[in-house]
Structure formats: structure tokens, C-alpha cells
């Protein structure tokens, strides 16, 4: 079965993550942290069906929730930080730098 890898990475200093996919709570943890060595605060793979999934990320003190789509075929990673501006969400095909 296909699989999205979903990676918080930077900017993340404490706060409560929701990771929704596909409208189904699939992470929700309070102080998530990034790891500054790294770049990264949690890291996680969800099995998924063929074909594009809505993916939403929700940290209620930055800001609006940002969502993006995602196909395992042709973009498995989602990457979501934490910048001054808010959220912000990627999805693309490039492997993780620290997995």
C-alpha cells in the first residue's frame, strides 16, 4: 500500500500540531518542538489509498490551518514548518535529509 511521509520540521517552538488527512485527525500532539540541529520536530508515515489526499496542518498559534495535496505516486513527502508569516505546508518527491 502507497504511503505519505509527513515531516514537521522547522520553526515549531512548543506549540499544539494537528495533522488532518483527508478530513481524519492523523497526528495531534501539543509541544512540538524542532530539534535545531536537525530541522526536524516529528516525522511519521500514514498507509494511504492510490491517487491525491488532502492533507491539513493546524497549529492554532500560527495562524490559519494550510492544507495541501498530495499523490504517493508523485509527491510522498509532506513537509510542514512554522515561519513568522504563519504556517506553511509542501508536497513533493525529495527524500528527507535526516531519515
Known amino acids: 500500500m502507497p504511503s505519505l ?11 499544539r500540531v494537528t495533522i488532518l488527512l483527508d478530513g481524519v485527525v492523523v497526528f495531534d500532539r501539543a509541544g512540538v518542538r524542532t530539534r535545531t540541529q536537525l530541522g526536524s520536530a516529528h516525522t511519521f508515515t500514514v498507509e494511504v489509498e492510490p491517487g491525491a489526499h488532502r492533507v491539513q496542518a493546524r497549529a492554532p498559534q500560527a495562524g490559519e490551518p494550510v492544507s495541501v495535496e498530495a499523490d504517493p ?3 510522498p513527502v509532506v513537509r510542514v514548518s512554522r515561519q513568522a508569516a504563519g504556517l506553511r505546508i509542501d508536497a513533493d ?6 531519515m
Request: cysteine-free.
Open 93 to 98: 518527491d525529495t527524500p528527507l535529509r535526516y
Open 5 to 15: 511521509t509527513i515531516a514537521l520540521e522547522e520553526g515549531f517552538s512548543g506549540e
Open 73 to 75: 505516486a508523485t509527491a
